[in-house]
């Protein structure tokens, strides 16, 4: 079974600019997570899909990041424009399972995307 | 609320010497719980998990933890430290009443050969 595939592995962009990044989770998990860990912090939440509905979307930062998920396969999270402080590494992950087991369920992730804003 | 905290941000053993990384949470609700582990260049990879079974877990790699209610702990051990267990672990914290997971801010494992 193929696992969590994340790209780019890492993007290194100026501020101001635009980055996407892309996650394609295992077939057939409906949940699909964004995870971000700034520099030497916990990682936190950002949102959750389920296939190609956002069903939290309360860790975005700020309207500068936009994720989508069409069809409910892979998703991407496109930060515009990019800032100093949204440096550090996202991570997607994706389980299975619905409703009120989702607590419990195993998140598999990918290997993260690291971004760099200079 | 929900939290995690993990006592250290580092942890260093000699190879062959035990292994003890702590890990405390706060949760208005019965959680589920979870250890992950990231090596370099490596996705987090999941040890162990508990969800209101077992109070002992054992995961892969010969890694357990113990659920300790009235101390709101759950640490991770493992008897004998190998070379490839260096990484970083982090303890996550996830209730029923929310779809959230709450990472600690992770332990970095050095083996020292």
């Known amino acids: 079974e193929a696992g969590v595939t994340q790209f780019p592995s890492h993007s290194v962009i100026e501020k101001g600019q635009t980055v996407t990044l892309r996650c394609d989770p295992i077939s057939g998990h409906d949940n699909l997570y964004w995870y971000r860990r700034v520099m030497g912090k916990e990682i936190k939440f950002l949102l959750h899909?389920?296939?190609?509905?956002?069903?939290?979307e309360s860790g975005m930062p700020n309207n500068r990041f936009l994720a989508e998920r069409t069809g409910g396969t892979y998703s991407t999270l496109k930060v515009q424009p990019a800032e100093l402080e949204d440096s550090g590494v996202y991570f997607c992950?994706?389980?299975?399972?619905?409703?009120?087991?989702?607590?419990?369920?195993?998140?598999?992730f990918g290997a993260g995307s690291r971004l760099t804003v200079l | 609320a929900q939290s995690v905290t993990q006592l250290d941000s580092h942890v260093s053993v000699s190879e062959g010497t035990p292994v003890l990384l702590r890990c405390n949470y706060s949760?208005?609700?019965?959680?589920?719980l979870f250890w992950y582990v990231q090596h370099p260049n490596k996705g987090l990879q999941l040890l162990l998990k508990?969800?209101?079974?077992?109070?002992l877990v054992k995961g892969i790699n010969g890694f357990e933890a113990e659920f300790k209610k009235s101390e709101t702990s759950f640490h991770l051990t493992k008897p004998s430290a190998h070379m490839s267990d260096a990484a970083e672990y982090f303890c996550v914290v996830s209730v029923k009443t929310g779809n959230q997971f709450y990472f600690g801010t992770g332990t970095s494992l050095t083996v020292i050969p």
């Open positions: 949760s208005s609700y019965s959680p589920s």
């Open positions: 899909f389920v296939k190609e509905s956002k069903q939290d």
């Open positions: 992950a994706s389980s299975q399972g619905r409703g009120d087991l989702l607590w419990a369920n195993v998140l598999t």
């Open positions: 508990y969800t209101s079974a077992a109070t």
